[in-house]
């Protein structure tokens, strides 16, 4: 049985604020209950994968993310890759637009540290809005890409299936 590692993590961030996004404005869902408000993991469980799920942390638009509060969060995303090299896949539903202080695109950096845990042939699948702040960086470091096409994202489940299938 194939091991797909799952997570998510949504933050839009508006440089312009002075206002800080921090960890307590993010709703955090662990693991069975992150599970459970994605329709695709019922399709993966079905399709015969073993699901490893971690957290799902989401927050409304705001300011720029401080770096340690960004980093509490990744760390706890990563304590959920196991280190025996089990992860055969890797499905992320990311933002795009996420900026944090000192390095920018908060995604890119997730799924570069994501990537040096699972090594270079696990296929990682990320799920963007439509007006993500999109990089050479992350587009190098997925496989696969799905963005949303609707505003407001009534394709949102939709794009996470999509996402899952592939």
């Given at each position: 049985?194939?091991?797909?590692?799952?997570?998510?993590?949504?933050?839009?961030?508006?440089?312009?604020?002075?206002?800080k996004?921090?960890?307590?404005?993010?709703?955090?869902?662990?693991?069975?209950e992150?599970?459970?408000?994605l329709?695709?993991?019922?399709y993966?469980?079905d399709?015969?994968?073993?699901?490893?799920?971690?957290?799902h942390?989401s927050?409304?638009?705001g300011?720029?993310?401080?770096?340690?509060?960004?980093?509490?969060?990744v760390?706890d995303i990563?304590?959920?890759?196991?280190?025996?090299?089990?992860?055969?896949?890797?499905w992320l539903?990311?933002?795009?637009?996420?900026?944090?202080?000192?390095?920018n695109s908060?995604?890119?950096?997730l799924?570069?540290?994501?990537?040096?845990?699972?090594g270079?042939?696990?296929?990682?699948?990320i799920?963007?809005?439509?007006?993500?702040?999109?990089?050479?960086?992350?587009s190098?470091?997925?496989?696969?890409?799905?963005?949303?096409?609707?505003?407001?994202?009534?394709?949102?489940?939709?794009?996470?299936?999509?996402a899952?299938?592939?």
């Amino acid at each position: 049985m194939k091991n797909i590692f799952m997570t998510g993590f949504h933050l839009e961030s508006n440089t312009f604020t002075p206002s800080k996004t921090r960890v307590k404005d993010f709703t955090i869902l662990r693991e069975e209950e992150m599970l459970a408000e994605l329709e695709c993991a019922t399709y993966l469980r079905d399709q015969g994968y073993h699901l490893v799920p971690s957290i799902h942390a989401s927050a409304i638009p705001g300011g720029v993310m401080p770096i340690e509060d960004y980093r509490q969060i990744v760390e706890d995303i990563l304590s959920y890759i196991p280190a025996d090299g089990s992860i055969d896949g890797v499905w992320l539903d990311l933002h795009g637009a996420m900026h944090v202080e000192f390095i920018n695109s908060g995604e890119a950096f997730l799924v570069s540290q994501i990537r040096e845990r699972v090594g270079a042939d696990v296929p990682i699948a990320i799920v963007l809005d439509m007006h993500a702040n999109f990089s050479l960086t992350l587009s190098r470091l997925a496989n696969i890409i799905v963005g949303y096409r609707t505003a407001p994202h009534i394709d949102y489940q939709e794009c996470l299936m999509t996402a899952a299938e592939l």
